[in-house]
């Protein structure tokens, strides 16, 4: 289809305005700085690598958890691929749910959405816990001992972590400017300790200061061969997909960029080989110094696996004046890191929720857009009071769940990545002949992303359901309805969307009728443009910019204008025959 670069107003008859977010806040480096930020790296492999190394009880990768960090960074770049090629064609807030909506129904697209939404609620709670511990861990270092013996206490850290939530939730209402600047903040913080980090464990395993189990790195160690892809890879990639999630929180912040088209896409690509970069040094030093063993700092003991920073950094910084300076900047980066990670993971959410309402896929009081702000009001205040009142309910429950959320999440990222990278395939399916390069990148690339999401997806949840597979600390299995606990919480968070999804098409089912937001793909007829303009570039009405799909009958065409079949490049006259 065909349609023009100008600054003109977009002809035709758009579904919808323009959603009232700030336009041209965000440019490629900021956009770059909230998708890194996003992912939390310190935090991400505090959380992750142990469970990467071990878990069920015995050694997963073990000294190979780098070959899976590498391993996993294939998919996330494939489904990379997609956002940005999907970015192009509709750069909308609500991503998954937008594109999945356009290139398999309302029904799709709304579990793509729900599948978000889901991921960001359940992952809340472990960072605000984190974020919690972290923060008495952090006076403690500073010297008030009295408040670094509370990073045990489940009642205070509860307390804290709640508060950074309504904390990050006030900045997130703030404004999407506010946001970014602080995340230039944190995201400095965070990389330059995990530069520090690496670099002392690994200068101490090479000077032969190392501690008992310590590892000479080896190139094998980036090779996955001799794993088991059942047992061992696809439990291992998904909880690594883990560390890499929240890249596409650059995407999701589209309208609000200054090249909505481009750079929420190249920040997408960027984010993920800056991680891709971190995550393999980090992971390789980690493995170097600690080992793999089941007892001490080993990143095979499972006392470790909640956090492995918490157990390496004592014994890696030592107690002197520069080994406490060392211990309190780890502090400090985990604690950045989850609480930025904290503010970016409330971005997207109520980005997608207020998409989802402008289509009507849930209630439009969630599409309200704070006047002075420009932020999603009801959206993003909802995404704080849902993920306060979550973490709640699991710390009440049993805190040995936060620790089943890893895993869980990593099946909802599987799933709705998945969707994306499907999605942009089939949405491109009748022009993937035009080049080799639309063949490859919006066809091939994001259909291997999405299938090796899926085959993760399917042997993962098999081994989480496993009732051994996740055990407290008095070593009883972790269980709910007689299943592993991070199968059932996975496979609860889907069933769950499905019920409210259920639920509102009685209620309001404009949406799942086609009548907000149609199914299109790459080949619907668009206006032609003007002919001074000589590149074709393809847009969808709501995307707010110049290029207006029009209907195969021409119903929606304006008088006078001329519809063009992007995949021939010719007008089309009669009741959509060229």
Known sequence: MSATETDAAPLGYPETASKGLKGGALGLLSSVVVGTASTAPAYSLAASLGFVVAGGGAILAGVKAPAIILLAFVPMYLIA????????????????????????????????????????????ANLAQIAGSYSFTFLGDLGWDAAGNLDSSTTWTTVAGLVWIAVMTWICYRGIEVSARIQYVLLSVEILVLIIFS?????????????????????????????????????????????????????????????PARTPGRAAILSTLLLLVTYALVSIAAVAFAGVGTTGIGLG??????????????????????????LLLLSASILTSASASTQTTILPTARTTLSMAVYKAIPTSFAKIHPRFLTPTVSTIAMGLASMLFYGIFTVISPSLLTALVGSVGLMIAFYYGLTGFACSWFYRR?????????????????????????????????????????????????????????????????LGLVLMVVWRLRSPAFFKGQTLPRRGAHDLVLAGPETVSEPVFRLPDSGLPGIVIARDLSNLPEGATAVDASTREEVEDEGTP
């Open 81 to 124: 691929l997609a956002y940005q090629e999907l970015n192009k064609a509709e750069p909308d807030c609500g991503t998954t749910f937008t594109w999945a909506t356009r290139a398999f129904g309302p029904v799709t697209g709304w579990l793509g959405g729900w599948g978000i939404v889901a991921a960001d609620v359940i992952v809340m």
């Open 301 to 326: 003991n499972p006392d470790n696996a909640d956090d492995v920073f918490r157990s390496i950094g004592p014994v890696l910084f030592g107690s002197s004046t520069l080994g406490h300076i060392g």
């Open 199 to 259: 670099a002392v464990a690994l200068g101490r395993v090479y000077s032969g200061n190392g501690v008992d189990g310590s590892l000479h790195p080896a190139w094998s160690w980036l090779w996955p061969g001799g794993l088991s892809v059942a047992d061992v890879i696809a439990p291992a990639l998904l909880t690594a997909v883990f560390i890499y999630w929240g890249w596409d929180t650059a995407v999701s912040v589209n309208e609000e960029s200054d090249d």
């Open 431 to 495: 022009t993937l002949h035009h080049t080799r390069r639309d063949f490859f990148m919006q066809g091939v690339l994001p259909s291997l992303g999405g299938l090796i999401l899926l085959v993760a997806f399917v042997y993962a949840l098999k081994s989480y359901a496993e009732v051994d597979w996740l055990t407290d600390d008095d070593g009883n299995n972790v269980t709910i309805f007689g299943f592993g606990a991070v199968a059932v919480v996975g496979v609860v968070a889907i069933l």
